[in-house]
């Protein structure tokens, strides 16, 4: 387990290998919530809680890859720096938070809310 989930008060975020569209990829769930199907894209009604990170959340953003350590610090600081690139390919960071539907959100202010 990598940390305690944000958004309930008894769930845990494990990470799961998941084959999503033929690839493999890497998804950290809420312990809550039950995947309806194999490819793990849906989540059933009956879930408490369908908190989960896609491991490729930031792709759009450069990053190929969210790690086990960057879910663990989100999930003990509230937040981590990620290192993203923009098309042209600068580097920049920003700030990583939780969010209770896309799983994290990019902060484009330099501060983190508190
Ligand atoms: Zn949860």
């Not at 690839?23 to 199907?37: E, G, L, M, P």
């Not at 490819?39 to 969210?66: A, P, T």
């Not at 937040?79 to 990583?96: D, I, M, P, Q, W």
Request: glycine share 8%.
């Amino acid at each position: 387990m990598l940390g305690k989930c944000p958004y309930c008060k008894d769930g845990c975020i494990i990470m799961q290998k998941k084959i999503v569209q033929g690839r493999n990829t890497k998804v950290y769930t809420c312990s809550n919530a039950k995947f309806i199907s194999e490819d793990g894209e849906l989540f059933e009604s009956v879930s408490s809680c369908s908190y989960r990170i896609w491991g490729n959340s930031l792709l759009k953003y450069g990053k190929r890859f969210i790690g086990e350590r960057e879910v663990r610090e989100l999930l003990s600081e509230g937040t981590f720096v990620a290192v993203l690139h923009s098309r042209n390919g600068v580097e920049y960071r920003k700030y990583v938070i939780p969010h209770d539907e896309y799983g994290i959100s990019v902060l484009f202010e330099d501060e983190v809310a508190v």
